[in-house]
Nanobody, 122 residues
């Protein structure tokens, strides 16, 4: 099994909100940055969304900037992604991944969760 597990996806109406979770092993959580990516239907690449470091640092990409909040629960070894004002263009499979580096490049991430489907539709 992989070290990361994404969950919390589902169907939401436009304008709605959703919170995704990424559960990690203690070692991964405490020594890696955790990034969120998404892959839209029919596309090959994974789009960077945001990253959270073990020191509390955060960085948000342009795609959903202003509509995302990333947070860590140290007791649960879990990173949360709260998304608001969702629109149909946000429909995608959302992935969390870990990296030793502070990076937006998907190729530099070491481990990936299975992803969770988010569908935004009226």
């Amino acid at each position: 099994d992989v070290q990361l597990q994404a969950s919390g996806g589902g169907l939401v109406q436009p304008g709605g909100s959703l919170r995704l979770s990424c559960a990690a092993s203690a070692t991964t959580f405490r020594n890696h940055a955790i990034g969120w990516f998404r892959q839209a239907p029919g596309k090959d690449e994974k789009e960077f969304l945001c990253i959270s470091g073990s020191d509390g640092s955060t960085y948000y990409g342009d795609s959903m900037k202003g509509r995302l909040t990333i947070a860590r629960d140290n007791d649960k070894n879990t990173v949360y992604l709260h998304m608001v004002r969702l629109n149909p263009e946000d429909t995608a499979v959302y992935y969390c991944a870990s990296s030793w580096l502070w990076t937006v490049e998907s190729a530099n991430y070491d481990d990936w969760g299975q992803g969770t489907q988010v569908t935004v539709s009226s």
